[in-house]
């Protein structure tokens, strides 16, 4: 109990709460109240400490500080020039969209042997993106035969949805014809007509938003999700996917946003919505690991590596 | 330690300097002293498949290849803080037929399995696609003088020393902003950042090269005998061990050299002479033929194999002559050979455990480091295709544990009688104990590794005195701080909290 002490306690469960009601709004009302004394006096807000905001330090986040505080001109030239190259790196695996500015070319397939449940997710992913196909999963063609036959016929990407006992559980992303491969769990599906004030898509090519991604993990993982979409939205179309990534989960919406006047935005989801998790990023197609998720990363509660 | 590391992504190829203890990944760890990277090209055909360092006569040289069919030499002049390297010579070799089709390998795959000196006396290299090169050390050498470059190394020093000094006033900027600021953390100094295009001065180009066709099309491991002169073993996909012998061949041309002034030839051989071809092991339990990989050899015990006459097939089969190898295979298993026992391996072990959820699926040997000088202790260290690189006993066939740390797989390891070093797909470099398998050093180098090399050793047992002396210090000064820790907090209590809150943290800093 929060305000009584710890030997005595009210026996009528009505008088309880009411006082220990009113003893919680108490303590909200002063809270208020410093909170607007802190402002009348112009401090900064208090900022929450959060599991976000106590995140392990990596270097491989790009620290935007950096650059701009180094006082020496010839010196931030350099590492800007080095900076761009870095980007150039990460892009090197999706060297056709990013340099030769190629519009991506999906073809989708399923795990061996799925049901609707599967089926359905690939009609909803479908939807989604701009040039993609669907291809029933037979037995006899292996992941690598896949990719090697998809990227003959000039697909720049293989996505393979993964079902087991009729939930999606997983999905593979090759980027053609030289990977890397890309595994992600998948969560939390739902579908767009079960989301309550859901909108109806259209067929433009949505604009995208991707929060976060900030360990070169992270921008590895951008830049698939980036190279997934056309280079040029439908901007009429007001659509927007949004993948956000907190705390290595990545959220993935889809809303039309609406600008009511100057400063209010409305938006309405259109779905689906379902959560990704990355497992495992490999060289090639299915070649040697390069990052793989193990139990033993979820005890390091601040640590993230996207 | 002086690190050379050739990144996968661009056609450069970095040298780090960096001490006992480095850690990037640490806020307030030490950081490498510096990172050049020598920049060549931008494409990607023009990446550095292997590195060498190696010395001969007076000069202090550096052996690239690269995926494009060169080999270059560079020559290292150096200051006490600043190394530079020129490009003295750059030999083209000539691509023999690459029978696997074009496309059919992806484009990140080394060409070159590899790039060693044989005997102090040959440069040899080799392909996959079957073809080994060898150069005449005295032919590399011919040519270049002693001193390349003066003025540039002059320039680099500065630039070395300016930077130098911008870093180490920024430490003292952030010093200064801590005592202003105690919520500050000062940070580590930073490493001098240094891009430069390698220098390209050419001497006498023409440098001939014995080109020798296995007669095979994927080979993954092609090394020589450290004991026994023109002795070489290869082995790769589809393709079991052969002990070949390029000895009469070698020393024709080293003959050629001590005699003729005219410059001896290239020259092109169809095929050499195979001494020694291993047989498959017995077929498994469902009577079904087991695969062949060769992915890494070794010869080891050579001092002891020692043969005093280059020996001929015949000897071979007669199984009077000793060698005894080692290879690892992308199907996870550590063979032993010894040619007098027979063409079948000796013994046959797999090394690293199955994977809990793939029971049935082994993990590949990817690479396997040995020193300059072959197998030490009995121990090598190898890593699969995901994260774990262990040493491994091989007379005891034993894992002896893990190298702990790499996130992807190694593409790379190094060893010496020390230190091991290793570099992969997860961006990092990392030396490890050789004896207890810690970790002494770790720096990222933002793009995935395909080769390391340590050029230079810290003095070991020096290290290890300063760091033993260090934490000596930190625990005297901890004790201190914790003995007045008690009375300090009575005093603060009446303080605002702020000042608490901090007093940990500094102690922190410190360390």
């Not at chain 1, 004030?197 to 949505?206: F, L, Q, R």
């Not at chain 2, 020694?276 to 060769?294: F, G, I, T």
């Not at chain 2, 015990?301 to 007669?318: A, C, I, R, V, Y």
């Given at each position: 109990?929060g305000?009584?002490?710890?030997n005595?306690?009210?026996k009528n469960?009505d008088?309880?709460t009411?006082?220990?009601?009113?003893h919680?709004?108490?303590?909200?009302?002063?809270?208020?109240e410093?909170?607007?004394?802190?402002r009348?006096?112009?401090?900064p807000?208090?900022?929450p400490?959060?599991?976000?905001?106590?995140r392990?330090?990596d270097e491989?986040?790009?620290n935007?500080?950096d650059?701009?505080?180094?006082v020496?001109?010839?010196?931030?030239?350099?590492?800007?020039?080095?900076?761009?190259q870095d980007?150039d790196?990460?892009?090197?695996?999706?060297?056709?969209?990013?340099?030769?500015?190629?519009?991506?070319k999906?073809l989708?397939?399923?795990?061996?042997?799925?049901?609707?449940?599967?089926?359905?997710?690939?009609?909803?992913?479908?939807?989604?993106f701009e040039?993609?196909k669907?291809?029933?999963?037979?037995r006899n063609?292996s992941?690598?035969?896949m990719?090697?036959?998809?990227?003959?016929?000039g697909?720049?990407h293989l996505?393979?949805v993964?079902?087991d006992?009729?939930?999606?559980?997983?999905i593979?992303?090759?980027a053609l014809?030289?990977?890397?491969?890309?595994?992600?769990s998948?969560?939390s599906?739902?579908?767009g007509k079960?989301i309550?004030?859901?909108?109806?898509?259209?067929?433009?090519?949505?604009?995208?938003?991707l929060?976060?991604?900030?360990?070169s993990l992270?921008?590895?993982?951008?830049?698939?999700f980036?190279?997934l979409?056309?280079?040029k939205p439908?901007i009429?179309?007001?659509?927007?996917?949004?993948?956000?990534?907190?705390?290595?989960?990545?959220f993935?919406?889809?809303h039309?946003?609406?600008?009511?006047?100057?400063?209010?935005?409305?938006?309405q989801?259109?779905?689906?919505?379902?959560?990704?998790r990355?497992?495992?990023v490999?060289?090639?197609?299915?070649?040697?690991?390069?990052?793989e998720h193990?139990?033993s990363m979820?005890?390091?509660?601040k640590?993230f590596?996207? | 330690?002086?690190?050379?590391v050739?990144v996968?992504?661009?056609?450069?190829?970095?040298?780090?300097?960096?001490?006992h203890?480095?850690?990037?990944?640490?806020?307030?760890?030490?950081?490498?002293?510096?990172?050049?990277?020598y920049k060549?090209?931008?494409e990607?055909s023009?990446?550095?498949?292997?590195?060498?360092?190696?010395?001969h006569?007076?000069?202090?040289?550096?052996?690239?290849?690269?995926n494009?069919?060169t080999?270059?030499?560079?020559?290292?002049?150096?200051?006490?803080?600043?190394?530079?390297?020129?490009?003295v010579?750059?030999?083209?070799l000539?691509?023999?037929?690459?029978?696997?089709?074009?496309?059919?390998?992806?484009?990140?795959?080394?060409k070159?399995?590899?790039?060693?000196?044989?005997?102090?006396?040959?440069?040899?290299?080799?392909?996959?696609?079957?073809?080994?090169?060898?150069i005449s050390?005295?032919?590399?050498?011919?040519g270049?003088?002693?001193?390349?470059?003066?003025e540039?190394?002059?320039?680099?020093?500065?630039?070395?020393?300016?930077?130098?000094?911008?870093?180490?006033k920024k430490?003292?900027?952030?010093?200064?902003?801590r005592?202003?600021?105690?919520?500050?953390?000062?940070?580590?100094?930073?490493p001098?950042k240094?891009t430069r295009?390698?220098?390209?001065?050419?001497?006498?180009?023409?440098?001939?090269?014995i080109?020798v066709?296995?007669?095979?099309?994927?080979?993954?491991?092609?090394?020589?005998?450290t004991?026994?002169?023109?002795?070489?073993?290869?082995?790769?996909?589809?393709?079991?061990?052969?002990?070949?012998?390029?000895a009469?061949?070698?020393?024709?041309?080293?003959?050629?050299q001590l005699?003729g002034?005219?410059?001896?030839?290239?020259?092109?051989?169809?095929q050499?002479?195979?001494?020694y071809?291993?047989?498959?092991?017995?077929?498994d339990?469902?009577?079904?033929?087991?695969?062949?990989?060769v992915?890494?050899?070794?010869f080891?015990?050579e001092?002891?194999?020692?043969?005093?006459?280059?020996?001929?097939?015949?000897?071979?089969?007669?199984?009077?002559?000793?060698l005894?190898?080692?290879?690892t295979?992308?199907?996870g298993?550590i063979r032993?050979?010894?040619?007098?026992?027979g063409?079948?391996?000796?013994?046959?072990?797999?090394?690293f455990p199955?994977?809990h959820?793939?029971?049935n699926?082994?993990?590949?040997?990817?690479?396997?480091?040995?020193?300059?000088?072959?197998?030490?202790d009995d121990?090598i260290?190898?890593s699969?295709?995901?994260n774990?690189?262990i040493?491994y006993?091989i007379?005891?066939n034993?894992?002896?544990?893990?190298?702990?740390?790499?996130?992807?797989a190694?593409?790379?390891?190094y060893?010496?009688?020390?230190?091991?070093?290793?570099?992969?797909?997860?961006?990092?470099v990392?030396?490890?104990?050789?004896?207890?398998?810690?970790?002494?050093?770790?720096?990222?180098v933002?793009?995935?590794?395909?080769?390391?090399?340590?050029?230079?050793?810290?003095h070991?047992?020096?290290?290890?005195?300063r760091?033993?002396e260090e934490?000596?210090?930190?625990?005297?000064?901890?004790?201190?701080?914790?003995?007045g820790?008690?009375d300090?907090?009575?005093?603060?209590?009446?303080?605002?909290?702020s000042?608490?809150k901090?007093?940990?943290?500094k102690?922190?800093a410190r360390?």
């Amino acid at each position: 109990m929060g305000t009584t002490s710890k030997n005595f306690k009210i026996k009528n469960k009505d008088v309880r709460t009411q006082i220990n009601l009113k003893h919680k709004k108490e303590k909200s009302k002063l809270k208020r109240e410093e909170r607007k004394e802190r402002r009348e006096k112009g401090l900064p807000k208090q900022v929450p400490d959060t599991i976000d905001g106590k995140r392990e330090y990596d270097e491989t986040i790009k620290n935007p500080e950096d650059s701009d505080s180094s006082v020496d001109n010839s010196d931030s030239e350099d590492e800007k020039e080095n900076e761009k190259q870095d980007d150039d790196d990460q892009q090197g695996d999706f060297s056709s969209y990013f340099k030769d500015g190629k519009d991506p070319k999906i073809l989708i397939t399923t795990s061996a042997n799925c049901t609707r449940h599967a089926y359905n997710f690939v009609d909803c992913f479908g939807e989604l993106f701009e040039d993609i196909k669907f291809i029933k999963r037979k037995r006899n063609y292996s992941m690598n035969d896949m990719a090697r036959l998809s990227s003959n016929r000039g697909y720049t990407h293989l996505v393979v949805v993964n079902e087991d006992k009729k939930t999606i559980n997983g999905i593979t992303f090759i980027a053609l014809p030289e990977g890397p491969t890309y595994y992600f769990s998948v969560s939390s599906y739902i579908e767009g007509k079960k989301i309550p004030g859901h909108g109806k898509a259209t067929s433009h090519i949505p604009e995208l938003v991707l929060n976060n991604f900030k360990t070169s993990l992270g921008a590895s993982v951008g830049n698939l999700f980036k190279s997934l979409f056309p280079h040029k939205p439908d901007i009429e179309g007001r659509q927007v996917i949004t993948i956000h990534n907190q705390r290595d989960f990545m959220f993935f919406r889809r809303h039309r946003y609406v600008f009511r006047n100057e400063e209010k935005v409305g938006l309405q989801e259109l779905g689906p919505q379902f959560t990704l998790r990355l497992r495992r990023v490999q060289r090639g197609v299915k070649g040697e690991t390069e990052w793989e998720h193990k139990p033993s990363m979820d005890k390091q509660k601040k640590k993230f590596y996207l | 330690m002086r690190l050379l590391v050739a990144v996968d992504d661009k056609s450069s190829f970095k040298e780090i300097v960096c001490e006992h203890g480095t850690d990037t990944s640490k806020q307030t760890g030490i950081q490498p002293i510096s990172i050049t990277s020598y920049k060549y090209g931008g494409e990607k055909s023009d990446r550095i498949a292997k590195i060498i360092s190696f010395t001969h006569g007076s000069h202090k040289l550096l052996a690239i290849v690269r995926n494009n069919y060169t080999v270059q030499i560079l020559k290292l002049t150096s200051t006490s803080t600043v190394n530079n390297y020129t490009v003295v010579k750059s030999i083209p070799l000539e691509p023999g037929n690459d029978t696997t089709k074009s496309g059919e390998a992806p484009s990140y795959e080394t060409k070159f399995v590899a790039l060693n000196i044989h005997h102090d006396e040959f440069l040899y290299a080799a392909t996959q696609s079957g073809d080994a090169y060898f150069i005449s050390l005295d032919d590399i050498v011919e040519g270049i003088p002693s001193e390349v470059d003066q003025e540039e190394i002059e320039e680099h020093e500065k630039e070395y020393q300016e930077k130098a000094e911008a870093r180490d006033k920024k430490f003292e900027e952030s010093i200064a902003a801590r005592k202003k600021d105690p919520k500050k953390l000062v940070e580590p100094k930073k490493p001098i950042k240094i891009t430069r295009n390698i220098p390209e001065i050419l001497f006498d180009n023409d440098v001939p090269v014995i080109q020798v066709n296995l007669k095979r099309t994927r080979v993954h491991a092609f090394v020589d005998s450290t004991a026994n002169f023109g002795i070489f073993a290869y082995g790769g996909e589809n393709e079991d061990l052969r002990i070949i012998s390029v000895a009469t061949e070698l020393s024709d041309h080293k003959q050629k050299q001590l005699k003729g002034k005219s410059k001896s030839k290239s020259l092109k051989l169809s095929q050499p002479l195979v001494l020694y071809e291993a047989k498959n092991v017995k077929h498994d339990r469902l009577d079904l033929r087991v695969p062949v990989w060769v992915s890494n050899i070794v010869f080891f015990n050579e001092e002891t194999n020692k043969l005093d006459h280059t020996p001929t097939p015949d000897e071979f089969k007669s199984q009077t002559v000793k060698l005894e190898l080692l290879t690892t295979t992308y199907y996870g298993e550590i063979r032993k050979y010894d040619t007098s026992h027979g063409r079948k391996p000796v013994s046959n072990q797999i090394a690293f455990p199955a994977p809990h959820n793939t029971p049935n699926k082994k993990p590949k040997i990817l690479t396997m480091g040995i020193g300059k000088t072959g197998v030490q202790d009995d121990a090598i260290v190898i890593s699969d295709d995901h994260n774990s690189v262990i040493k491994y006993n091989i007379v005891k066939n034993r894992s002896l544990g893990k190298l702990v740390g790499a996130q992807g797989a190694t593409q790379s390891i190094y060893c010496t009688m020390d230190v091991v070093v290793t570099g992969g797909l997860d961006k990092y470099v990392r030396v490890f104990e050789r004896e207890d398998r810690e970790q002494i050093a770790k720096v990222f180098v933002k793009s995935r590794i395909s080769c390391v090399y340590l050029v230079e050793e810290d003095h070991e047992e020096n290290d290890k005195k300063r760091s033993l002396e260090e934490d000596d210090e930190q625990d005297h000064s901890n004790e201190e701080e914790d003995d007045g820790a008690d009375d300090l907090w009575d005093q603060l209590e009446e303080e605002d909290e702020s000042q608490l809150k901090v007093k940990p943290k500094k102690k922190k800093a410190r360390k």
